[in-house]
């Protein structure tokens, strides 16, 4: 395990694009924050949440994580690599395992960079919207235990993101088709959920991985929520473990 780990990292590391990607991801992120933090503006309403509104760009900056995760195993099919490193390392789960611990210890490390950015980013600018003590509203900070948790979960969110791109790309083994599959399943579920009424709305915003995950994103009204914020990052957790698990099973079963 410790040789394979070793060898997709340094795939990872080399991939033409790896640091570009995460370099993207993070700027993105951190500057669609700053956009909306610059244009909100709040005079008397108290039902805001800055630190939601701060990690906003989340939304947008995953979709990057996920290319560069689905880069990470559809280049090796497509360059035709991957016979190499099945024959080099035969056990197929122990490959796909190094895999998704090199591209889930990356994606968390650049996304709590990003969550860091964003909060700092929502810092600055909120209090310029009228989201300041003045009007209510305590200044973002990491001390307050919503705040803490919202930034690990945003932090979780995009690594969780990763490694559901990851099963997806092992399991279709094309770049495009794998991106554009990751991307459907992220954003047109809360875009269909907002098609129908309740209770079925709901029980989309409960299932669909973007939704479910992003409710870690929320420091107050929780009760409002469809789905509790760990409880919506163990749903995308499932989606990840789901898609890691049949990638799996069709590693072992096809041919290189």
């Known amino acids: 395990m410790i040789d394979a780990l070793r060898a997709e990292w340094t795939k990872l590391r080399t991939l033409s694009g790896t640091a570009w990607l995460l370099a993207g991801a993070v700027v993105l992120t951190v500057a669609v924050s700053a956009g909306i933090a610059a244009t909100t503006h709040v005079s008397s309403d108290r039902g805001q949440d800055p630190t939601r509104l701060a990690l906003t760009g989340i939304t947008l900056g995953q979709a990057v994580v996920a290319v560069l995760a689905v880069r990470t195993v559809s280049e090796e099919y497509g360059t035709g690599m991957i ?24 994606t968390l490390l650049a996304g709590l960079l990003t969550v860091a950015g964003c909060l700092l980013v929502g810092r600055l600018l909120l209090p310029g919207a009228g989201l300041d003590p003045a009007h209510g509203y305590a200044l973002i900070s990491i001390s307050h235990g919503p705040t803490l948790r919202a930034a690990a979960g945003g932090g979780l969110y995009l690594m969780l993101v990763a490694l559901l791109a990851l099963g997806v790309a092992t399991a279709v083994r094309d770049t495009a088709v ?16 907002q098609a129908v009424g309740d209770p ?17 994103q929320a420091t107050t009204n929780l009760s409002s929520l469809p789905i509790a914020p760990w409880t919506g990052l163990g749903v995308l957790g499932a989606w990840a473990a789901a898609a890691l698990l049949v990638a799996g099973v069709l590693l072992r079963q096809r041919d290189a």
Not at 200 to 216: C, D, K, S
């Open 200 to 216: 079925l709305r709901r029980h989309l915003e409960q299932l669909a991985p973007m939704t479910a995950g992003l409710a870690g």
């Open 83 to 106: 016979r190499l490193t099945l024959t080099a390392m035969p056990r197929r789960a122990v490959v796909l395992a190094a895999k998704a611990a090199n591209v889930a210890a990356l």
């Open 178 to 193: 794998s991106i554009g599959a990751v991307l459907a399943l992220l954003y047109l579920p809360p875009i269909l959920a």
